[in-house]
Structure formats: structure tokens, C-alpha cells
């Protein structure tokens, strides 16, 4: 299949995409270590005897009285509460100037970019049917940017921890280079080595990201679940927005439209963070400014090896890996299931997902109030225990004693439409699943934010991201093995093994 970019007729453009996307993967991985904490705390005492500090990549006096004031001096999140203001007015129980706005601006970043983010998501197996990929290709085109986000994330954690805002905006520019270079790769060489510098970008863009929220949840940590669950339920509204808009720009203009238009989101998104204030900084008190100090000196802060030697940081690595599972299921067996379940096939499969990702509307807030009220780790637990049974029942709702059960008639109408006893419970099942998830990640990430050292919050965040990254390259290819093999005899048997390992993490924690 000739692809538009061959009428162009050089030979060094029909390679501009792998080399373009190779780049942004070695650049990714030279900023980080260019600005590893090691490098830039070496640089700091000549910032010191200038009058300067680092902060967000520009040097400010220190003696700018009106600059400390627009943006607060913050050491790390053990120390921010100091700089609230007692008189300091509220906006929904939170300060308004120190939280806030900021946190307000952060999420509206990222509902913005998260639009583009769910116009691409329905269109990935889709581009790559348009150039010819097969199907096995197509998992390794998917799976490409959790490998990148496995093999980077624990230097984009050090490189957030030095300063939030250039990981987030470097990242992100990544994030546009790398899916315009998705949308004009013509092979499967060019597309994988772009998925692979969207997965760079995405884990450091990410962490620098992750390290923000902790810092200002870290301002309110009686308020840090509400804090949370406000970006899951930006994120997931941004993504339910953002889908039904892309089968649109896939119907009129074609596949490789939708990973322009999360470029454009990208883009976006980076201009705002250049205005968000930076939350690390040097501080004017010599005690707080101390403390960082050691904090960056010491090189076994948030070491990943250290971390896991303690039993509660490994709980949540094998929490997050059985998370891992299920959102595998989400994407790997849920829909072929629905598609042979529910009346109209793919569309009726296209509207359970739908209608499962809305869900996460009402799981997020319910995950992040009892996070506040019952403490995080007792809601990851329960959350967790909630989406294990609505995955382990699916095989029982699949199986003819629910018909037996139920009985075999139609049970439930909406919109017109008529489900068996099996639909019915089936879509019950995922949207109980549905709600879990989403009750249990603010809990979880709560729970890494309460656990996490001070100096070292971005890189301790992306251990638990790291595992559910790991995860999630294998999860889908062992769940087709379990249905390959038993859901001749049990159909939605893999969504069991599913919840079972969503049960164990839960459990672990």
C-alpha cells in the first residue's frame, strides 16, 4: 500500500518519521540524565554565591521580593503547609492561592490534552489496519510505550524531583513530536520507534506531573483523596469527551487525523504549564533550604531497592500490577466479549465501554471521600475487592445459570433496547468492575503520596507505575493464553484470572 508521504519523492523523507522518532527517544534520555539530580546539585553552590537559585530552568534573585510572591518558595511536600497563610481565603476547603488556583489550572490542562487523548484511543487498531499491520503487530505497536515507560520512568522520577515544571513541559513536547510521528509513519519499524518516544515522553512528562499533585496535596493532606479524585474524574471526562469527537475526525478525515489532534493537545497543554508556578524551589529559610540539601544528597532517597524493602511499598507494587490486569481485560477481552453478548455487536460493545468509562464519574469521588474519611489504604482494599468480584463473576453471568437464575427472557430495556439475562448482568458486572478502579486510584496513589520520602516524591511515585508499565506488557498475552485454552468451556473465564490477580494485589496491600 503506497503511503502519501511517497509522492514526495525523496528517499530522506520517506525516513524523516524513524529518524524524528529515534530522536525524540535518545533526547529523552539525555535530559534526563543532563539534568539528573546529581548534575544539577553540583551546580548549585555557583548559583549560591551569585545570589541565584534553580527554578523551573530560569534563574530568580532571591531578593525579588514581588517573584517569591507570585510564586511561593516550597522545599518538598513535608515543608509546603508552611507557606499557607492562615487569613488565606478558601475555595471548596481548599487555600485558594497556594492550591487552588494551581491545582484548578493543572486540571485544566489536562482535561484538555486528555480530549485529544480519548479521540486516539478507539483509533490505534485502526491505523494500523490502514498500512497493514497484522494483528500480532498491532500488540506490539500497542504495547510499545509501557515498554518505554518501564525502562525510563525511575530517571524521569529523579529528574522530576529536581524541578517539576521542565520534566512536564520537556515531556510533553515529546509527547507532540512523537504522535506526529505516528501519523505519518509508514511501516511498522517507523510506528513502534514512535510509540516508543510517546511512552518517553509520557513517563517523564508524568512523573513531573505526579510530583505536582503530591506537592499540593501535601499542603492538605486531610484533603489529599479529594484532591485525587478531582484528576480522575478530569481525566475520564476528558477521555468521554474526547472519543465520540475522534470517531468523527476518523470518519471525515482518516485515522492518522486523531494523533494530530492529540499533538495539538500536547501543545497545548505545554504552553499552560509554562504558566503553573514551580513547587520546588529554593527556600529563604536556611533550615528548609538544609533539609533540601541533604534530601538530594542523600542518593538512596526513593531508591527504588530501598523502597522495596519495606513490606508496604511492595504491597502497592503488586496492587498496581493486579490493577494492571484488569484494565488488560478492559482492553483485550471485555469487547470481544460485549461484541458477542450484547444486540448490535460492536456497537453495543463500543456503548458498555462508554458507558463504563462514565462510570469512573461516580467511582473517582467516591474513591477520594473515603479516602479522606476512612484512610487510603482501606479504601484501596475495598475498592480492590469490589472490582475483583465484578470481573470473577463474569464467567457465571456468561454461563447458562444465570439464564437458569435470571430467567431466559428479556430483563432489563434501555433506549428501546432489550437484554437477556446474560447481557444484562455481563454489562452490570464491567460497570461494577468499572467503578472499583476508579474508586481504588486515588486511594492508591494517596497511599504512594503518604509513603513516599521527602526530595524524592516523583521517583518513589514511579515505582508503582513502573510495576503496573511492567505489567501491563504481558497481562493481555497471558489472558489470551487462559481463554484459549478454557473459554471454550467457561466464556469470560480470563476475565476471572483477571479479577483473581486484581483480589491478590488488593490483598497484598
Not at 494551581?102 to 484511543?121: C, T
Not at 506526529?180 to 518516544?197: D, E, K, N, W, Y
Request: glycine share 10%; with cysteine.
Amino acid at each position: 500500500m503506497n503511503h502519501p508521504t511517497a509522492a514526495y519523492g525523496t528517499r530522506w523523507r520517506q525516513h524523516l518519521p524513524v529518524i524524528a522518532s529515534a530522536a525524540v527517544v535518545c533526547s529523552s534520555l539525555v535530559l534526563c540524565d543532563a539534568f539528573s539530580p546529581a548534575n544539577l546539585h553540583s551546580c548549585r553552590p555557583a548559583c549560591q554565591r551569585t545570589g541565584f537559585r534553580h527554578a523551573n530552568l530560569f534563574v530568580v534573585k532571591q531578593k525579588d521580593a514581588h517573584i517569591q510572591q507570585l510564586f511561593p518558595p516550597k522545599s518538598s511536600s513535608a515543608g509546603m503547609s508552611q507557606t499557607i497563610s492562615e487569613n488565606e481565603e478558601n475555595i471548596l476547603g481548599l487555600p485558594r492561592d497556594s492550591v487552588a488556583s494551581p491545582l484548578a489550572f493543572l486540571l485544566l490542562s489536562q482535561f484538555i490534552l486528555f480530549v485529544g487523548v480519548g479521540a486516539v484511543i478507539p483509533t490505534i487498531p485502526l491505523y494500523g489496519k490502514e498500512i497493514g499491520l497484522s494483528a500480532s503487530a498491532n500488540g506490539i505497536v500497542i504495547s510499545a510505550p509501557a515498554v518505554a515507560l518501564l525502562l525510563i520512568a525511575n530517571r524521569a522520577g529523579q529528574f522530576a524531583d529536581v524541578a517539576r515544571k521542565p520534566a512536564m513541559i520537556g515531556g510533553m513536547a515529546l509527547i507532540a513530536i512523537s504522535d506526529i510521528g505516528t501519523a505519518f509513519a509508514a511501516s511498522l519499524p517507523a510506528l513502534v520507534v514512535a510509540r516508543l518516544g510517546l511512552g518517553a515522553g509520557r513517563s517523564i512528562s508524568e512523573s513531573g506531573e505526579r510530583g505536582m499533585l503530591a506537592d499540593l496535596a501535601g499542603r492538605v493532606p486531610e484533603l489529599r483523596g479529594k484532591i485525587l479524585a478531582a484528576q480522575q474524574v478530569t481525566l475520564a471526562l476528558g477521555i468521554a469527551i474526547g472519543a465520540p469527537l475522534g470517531g468523527v475526525i476518523v470518519e471525515q478525515y482518516g485515522p492518522r487525523a486523531s494523533f494530530l489532534c492529540v499533538s495539538a493537545a500536547a501543545v497545548v497543554a505545554l504552553l499552560m504549564y509554562f504558566f503553573l508556578p514551580e513547587t520546588i524551589v529554593g527556600s529563604d529559610s536556611n533550615d528548609v533550604k538544609g533539609q533540601r540539601s541533604d534530601d538530594n544528597n542523600d542518593e538512596s532517597a526513593g531508591d527504588w531497592k530501598k523502597l522495596l524493602q519495606d513490606n508496604r511499598w511492595k504491597g502497592l507494587a503488586l496492587c498496581q500490577c493486579g490493577v494492571s490486569f484488569g484494565f488488560a481485560a478492559k482492553i483485550a477481552t471485555i469487547p470481544i466479549l460485549a461484541a458477542d453478548t450484547l444486540p448490535g455487536g460492536a456497537i453495543g460493545a463500543g456503548a458498555l465501554l462508554s458507558a463504563a468509562g462514565l462510570s469512573g464519574l461516580i467511582g473517582a469521588p467516591l474513591g477520594g471521600f473515603l479516602t479522606d474519611k476512612r484512610g487510603a489504604r482501606t479504601t484501596a482494599i475495598i475498592a480492590g475487592c469490589v472490582s475483583a468480584i465484578g470481573l470473577a463473576l463474569i464467567p457465571l453471568a456468561l454461563s447458562s445459570l444465570s439464564s437458569d437464575v435470571l430467567g431466559d427472557g428479556a430483563i432489563v430495556e434501555v433506549n428501546g433496547i432489550e437484554l437477556s439475562a446474560a447481557a444484562a448482568s455481563f454489562s452490570a458486572l464491567v460497570i461494577l468492575w468499572s467503578i472499583g478502579a476508579a474508586a481504588q486510584g486515588p486511594a492508591l496513589t494517596a497511599v504512594a503520596q503518604e509513603l513516599a520520602p521527602p526530595g524524592a516524591e516523583a521517583k518513589s511515585l514511579a515505582l508503582p507505575r513502573a510495576s503496573g508499565d511492567g505489567t501491563y506488557i504481558i497481562a493481555p498475552f497471558t489472558l489470551g493464553l487462559v481463554a484459549d485454552k478454557y473459554s471454550s468451556a467457561a466464556p469470560g473465564v480470563e476475565c476471572a484470572a483477571a479479577g483473581a490477580m486484581i483480589a491478590l494485589g488488593a490483598l497484598a496491600l
